[in-house]
């Protein structure tokens, strides 16, 4: 569901074991003072922004800030979320200070529609809200749909269906289809659907997480999208202390440094659901974001850095207890560091969701890369 001001520290090693205290302190342009420092629960130059959380809930009927998606046009950047219960909501900051968002109009406007992803198609000066649709009147399965929009005018248009659950472990525990990420795959020549699917229950939480990732491709970008598996993707490597539950989301990060290269090579990130059983009973679920990397062309990943960004585990903490889905943008103000933008839960029954960034250094991307 800032302003940077580089400086990001270098090592050769980002295993997530060790911590640092680097700070830098920054003064946005528009007056939001704040700083960088080393993120608690995530690998050594993984940094938050000391102002964080950067967009809270609206009120206590929605409660929650999920799943950010994030694109820069020009000297703005775009940022769209979902609510508790529906509705994709817009909001936009300048690239001058990237932690500072104002919302505009709800993109959509509808019951049960989750976890967004944005395509930009410069060529055609157009936007593809990608996103999850429970289907009413129960909600008890969902499909991917995508709305068109034009840049500057952001009216999206009636939605189309691009996925619908087919396979049976699409289906397992639930059926449904989300978390879209989509991107043109240069060395295919097709647009690929990663996706996740299925459905755990976190029952400490309350609350319901997808079980697993898969992947489809087209030649158009609104489909129709053929399965590129039949069997769930595979994300080797565990996670040290914590056993691995589900799948949220998997996004290759937007660097050109990580982009899936004709040798098979490219980094991503993906969020998975995790339980820690040597935790207080009530407290063992949790939400961790990895750095992965893939050496078969996208089509399964093996684990580079566990703890790329996890929860605090801070009483009284926005991301005490999860950090969920997420999207990257390189940082307008630091060609040496990219920007994460994700949502945190501050805990686990009747807890509610914000949304956050933090920054980390473009050398980590390089040295997944080449891992």
């Known amino acids: 569901m800032g302003c940077a001001c580089g400086g990001c520290s270098k090592t ?26 080393q993120a608690v629960g995530a690998a050594e130059g993984v940094q ?16 929650i800030v999920g799943d950010p998606t994030v694109l820069q046009v020009g000297e ?22 990237p932690t500072s968002f104002k919302q505009l109009a709800d993109s959509v406007v509808d019951f049960g529609t989750v976890r ?23 909600f008890q399965s969902s499909h991917i749909a995508a709305r068109e929009a034009e840049v500057g005018k952001w009216k999206f248009g ?24 989509v991107y043109y795959n ?20 309350g609350i319901a997480e997808p079980l697993n990732f898969g992947l489809a491709q087209s030649d158009q970008l609104l489909g129709p999208y053929t399965r590129v598996l039949e069997k769930p993707m595979e994300v080797r490597g565990d996670i040290p202390g914590l056993t691995i539950i589900g799948n949220g989301s998997l996004k290759i990060i937007k660097s050109p440094y990580a982009d899936i290269t004709a040798n098979g090579v490219g980094v991503a990130l ?15 679920s949790g939400s961790t974001v990895s750095m992965i990397r893939t050496s078969d062309g996208g089509l399964s990943w093996d684990t580079v850095v566990p703890k790329f960004l996890g929860p605090s585990l801070l009483s009284d ?55």
């Open 270 to 284: 993906c969020n998975r659901i995790t339980k820690n059983l040597s935790a207080e009973e009530g407290k063992q």
């Open 186 to 205: 240069t060395v295919k020549g097709k647009y690929w659907l990663y996706y996740s699917c299925g459905k755990v229950d976190v029952t400490d939480s």
């Open 317 to 371: 903490n926005w991301k005490e207890a999860y950090v969920y889905a997420f999207d990257t943008l390189p940082n307008p103000l630091d060609q040496s560091s990219e920007l994460i933008y994700y949502n945190g839960r501050n805990g686990w029954k009747d807890a509610y969701e914000e949304a956050g960034v933090s920054r980390f250094p473009v050398e980590m991307i390089r040295d997944a890369a080449c891992a």
């Open 116 to 138: 967004p992803y944005i395509f930009h198609n410069k060529e055609a000066n157009k936007v593809t809200l990608f996103y999850e649709q429970f289907e009413c009147p129960f």
């Open 158 to 181: 009636p939605a189309t269906t691009i996925l619908k659950p087919k396979l049976p472990w699409e289906k397992e525990g639930q059926s449904r289809v989300g978390n879209a990420f």
């Open 48 to 63: 938050d922004w000391s102002l964080n959380p950067i967009i809270r809930p609206p009120g206590k009927l929605n409660w």
């Open 12 to 37: 050769s090693c980002y295993n997530g074991e060790r911590t640092s205290h680097t700070r830098r302190q920054c003064t946005g342009p528009k007056g939001s003072e704040g700083e960088w420092q």
């Open 76 to 97: 703005e950047i775009h940022m769209w979320t979902n609510g508790a219960l529906g509705n994709i909501q817009h909001y936009v900051a300048s690239s001058s200070d």
